[in-house]
T-cell receptor
Framework: GAGVSQSPSNKVTEKGKDVELRCDPI?????LYWYRQRLGQGLEFLIY????????KSGLPSDRFSAERTGESVSTLTIQRTQQEDSAVYLC??????????????FGDGTRLSIL | SQQGEEDPQALSIQEGENATMNCSYK?????LQWYRQNSGRGLVHLIL?????REKHSGRLRVTLDTSKKSSSLLITASRAADTASYFC???????????FGSGTRLQVQP
């Protein structure tokens, strides 16, 4: 079946604009994660969704960042009033169950966000 | 510093040689996972080793885990040019839901 799909693959926008990034997880995967990866760096956890439970938002860097997920399907990550420091690749991953029950995560190819 | 620090940061070898990457972490873990990332792509899961395991093999990959030293190593044998990528370790920490990634090792395999 299809893997994790993210759109757009690239986004260039002006500072101060809002952006919305989309993630389609693998069908049947109950857990969904958003990460941020700055150039040459590792992944920084942003937010985690598991089924109908309240999301873990502990990694969101500021209140300009928010994310939603509809049931166990599509998720959108929204960044309001973008800043140049938001420039990064935003990666989405899904897995069969929450971390802690030994399931690997499956990643999309990310959205490369550039703030001018 | 971050949980899951890889060492070395960069490694350049010739095709056919073995590549060894190390990872250190700080907290208790359920498991440790290794991922590969080709330039401009997402991460691909390579191998998962549980906290009660000491060694695991998958094809040309060999992973070890020493929970007493809070360290892991990834060995790629008989490397190929196609192995050129960044390699990340990620810990599945007890009491935390998301994986914690290190900053990665950039491996360059010269043909």
């Amino acid at each position: 079946g299809a893997g994790v799909s993210q759109s757009p693959s690239n986004k260039v926008t002006e500072k101060g604009k809002d952006v919305e990034l989309r993630c389609d997880p693998i069908s049947g995967h109950t857990a969904l994660y958003w990460y941020r990866q700055r150039l040459g760096q590792g992944l920084e956890f942003l937010i985690y969704f598991q089924g109908n439970s309240a999301p873990d938002k502990s990694g969101l860097p500021s209140d300009r960042f928010s994310a939603e997920r509809t049931g166990e399907s599509v998720s959108t990550l929204t960044i309001q009033r973008t800043q140049q420091e938001d420039s990064a690749v935003y990666l989405c991953a899904s897995s069969l169950a929450q971390t802690g029950v030994n399931q690997p995560q499956h990643f999309g190819d990310g959205t490369r966000l550039s703030i001018l | 510093s971050q949980q899951g620090e890889e060492d070395p940061q960069a490694l350049s070898i010739q095709e056919g040689e073995n590549a060894t990457m190390n990872c250190s972490y700080k907290t208790s873990i359920n498991n440790l996972q290794w991922y590969r990332q080709n330039s401009g792509r997402g991460l691909v899961h390579l191998i998962l080793i549980r906290s009660n395991e000491r060694e695991k093999h998958s094809g040309r990959l060999r992973v070890t885990l020493d929970t007493s030293k809070k360290s892991s190593s990834l060995l790629i044998t008989a490397s190929r040019a196609a192995d050129t990528a960044s390699y990340f370790c990620a810990t599945d920490d007890t009491g935390r839901r998301a994986l914690t990634f290190g900053s990665g090792t950039r491996l360059q395999v010269q043909p």
